[in-house]
């Protein structure tokens, strides 16, 4: 098993609030990694600092084999983001926005246009690829955040809530997304607060107040905590109430 | 029993695009109606037309048996409307926000502090901070109780879960019912299905069009095809074997399982299964299953979707 994030007492405060406490965890290639916790747990904290945004308080984490405090850098060429307000470029075009973020990464015009076919082709949206990204639904614009964050061909993509507030087939267009990138061996690091999409995970973390309080994969997640679900497994970690 | 809105034939368009096309049905008061739809289906923009922000460009509507045009003043002074949007004042704290919105409606935290009291306790300890600082799940409690502070007799909530927690959740449906039991018509809409599963009454909503009205525990029986829950390791390789088959009409995740609907009896779905256990899933598991709302839901998108072909770009 190649280990592609891991994490040692990763910790940050903010002031006298320690938003992320001593998490230590590893992930694998190829894994779809799920990073569950209630509304302000640390997850977008944690995130941040997996791709360099954010500098820990101590502990250390590698990502991708970079030290993600003194490899920035490196880290953010291998990684890719897309976060919960994705941030596309809503006035520019498609096409613009895909040369904007292949630039960004120093990919060739030759390159950039090449892929933009082959994934606007898979997605069949080849048609808006002149359309203002401003005048697209909100699924069409999380496959295109997707998209994008996949468009230097990172080995790990890290995914904050992709699937807010669409309907359940494009929920499930972005899984089978998900599950073609990570059978591709990407590595897919995603939070989410649909229980359903806990289930699609290999493994799932729960973080409480800025600790790990549980980590392994749901049917062995459901059996430890003898609920049918993880929705059933969150309730009881997250708040400590059952309910049945 | 009172009825709370009344919605007869109401359509409105922005330009070109239809936002809500012929579109009625009462709620009662004391009733939870819940309006399931995608984003873009012109939730917000029914919800816009109650609270009298916008005009309909036909059809008409009572709130609280009033006329939403002529009469949107008294409408706006009896009706609590939390937006899909966060609309409290960031920079103000938990109290400011909360006393600025008595205030408005020329009341006081004190007055109808019962109807609040639940929800407020949780928030007390965050008094002092600015609702821009608070969690997502805090936020909308916080939001809620602005909403209430006037005792309102019709309650709009636009998506008042969209982005909390499971928890947090789970803890606002709890407070909806306790208004229920205060007489309070309470709209709402929602991403969720679990959630639609807590209305008394939900109407499926896409593109404009009301697909389907009824009580969520009967929303099952329009479901065409045989419901099959499927399990393998091999997640991604299940779904593209079951998609290819051609008695199987979809599939999808489900949790835990795979849903796949198939078009045949049910004495010919093992036989299939069975097949696809020798060549390919030795680990495979199968059992029939009854339609949730969300596999409803899901089918009549579908239809509709494959009822207009043209894949337009749309604006919101």
Request: proline residues 7%; hydrophobic residues 25%; without cysteine.
């Given at each position: 098993m190649e280990v592609v994030i891991s994490t040692d007492k990763l910790t940050k405060k903010f002031g006298d609030f320690v938003a992320t406490n001593e998490i230590t965890f590893e992930v694998a290639k190829g894994e779809i990694f799920g990073f569950l916790g209630a509304n302000g747990a640390g997850k977008t904290t944690a995130m941040r600092m997996l791709c360099g945004l954010l500098k820990p308080s101590y502990g250390s984490a590698s990502v991708a084999g970079f030290d993600i405090e003194k490899q920035t850098e490196q880290v953010k060429q291998n990684i890719g983001y897309m976060s919960q307000k994705f941030s596309l470029y809503e006035d520019l075009t498609v096409k613009e926005n895909f040369r904007f973020y292949g630039g960004v990464y120093k990919l060739k015009r030759q390159v950039i246009d090449q892929r933009l076919n082959e994934m606007l082709g898979n997605l069949g949206m080849l048609n808006v690829e002149n359309s203002l990204v401003a005048s697209l639904p909100l699924g069409w614009k999380q496959k295109l955040a997707f998209s994008l964050a996949m468009l230097h061909r990172p080995k790990i993509v890290f995914l904050d809530e992709p699937t807010g507030g669409v309907d359940p087939i494009t929920r499930r267009q972005f899984w089978d997304l998900i599950y073609e990138a990570a059978h591709n061996g990407v590595t897919i690091f995603v939070t989410t607060h649909y229980m359903d999409e806990a289930e699609y995970c290999d493994r799932v973390s729960i973080m409480v107040d800025g600790v790990i309080k549980a980590l392994d994969t749901p049917e062995n997640l459901r059996k430890q905590f003898e609920t049918d679900s993880m929705d059933g497994v969150f309730q009881l970690l997250a708040r400590g109430t059952s309910t049945k | 029993m009172q009825t709370a809105i009344s919605i007869n034939n109401i359509s409105k368009h922005y330009g070109e695009i239809?936002?809500?096309?012929?579109i009625g049905f009462e709620v009662e008061e004391g009733e939870i109606f819940g309006l399931i739809?995608?984003?873009?289906?012109g939730k917000s923009s029914l919800f816009r037309i109650l609270t009298t922000l916008i005009l309909a460009d036909e059809g008409e509507a009572e709130v609280a048996g009033l006329d939403v045009k002529k009469d949107y003043m008294t409408i706006r002074q009896r009706i609590g409307y939390m937006p899909g949007k966060f609309s409290l004042y960031q920079d103000l704290t938990v109290q400011e926000n909360l006393n600025f919105f008595a205030t408005i409606f020329k009341t006081?935290?004190?007055?109808?502090y019962h109807l609040i009291k639940d929800i407020y306790v949780q928030l007390e300890p965050f008094k002092k901070r600015p609702a821009g600082k608070l969690s997502g799940g805090m936020k909308q409690k916080l939001a809620l109780c602005c909403a209430l502070i006037h005792k309102p007799e019709v309650l709009f909530l636009d998506e008042p879960t969209t982005g909390v927690d499971p928890v947090s959740r789970k803890e606002f449906w709890q407070m909806l019912k306790k208004l229920k039991q205060e007489g309070i018509a309470i709209l709402v809409s929602t991403p969720y299905m679990d959630e639609a599963a807590l209305c008394d009454r939900i109407a499926l909503i896409q593109k404009g069009e009301i697909l389907k009205i009824a009580p969520p525990e009967n929303i099952n029986q329009v479901y065409k095809g045989r419901l099959i829950s499927v399990k393998s390791k091999k997640t991604y390789e299940l779904i593209q074997a079951l998609r290819a088959l051609p008695q199987v009409a979809s599939c999808y995740a489900f949790g835990e399982f795979l849903n796949a609907t198939f078009k045949t009896d049910v004495q010919a779905i093992d036989p299939i299964l069975n097949e696809l256990k020798q060549k390919h899933f030795a680990d495979l598991e199968w059992h029939q299953t009854q339609p949730g709302i969300e596999n409803v839901f899901m089918q009549l998108l579908s239809q509709s979707q494959a009822d207009d072909s043209s894949i337009k770009a749309q604006k919101r």
């Open positions: - | 239809q936002a809500l096309k012929n739809g995608p984003d873009g289906a006081s935290i004190q007055e109808n």
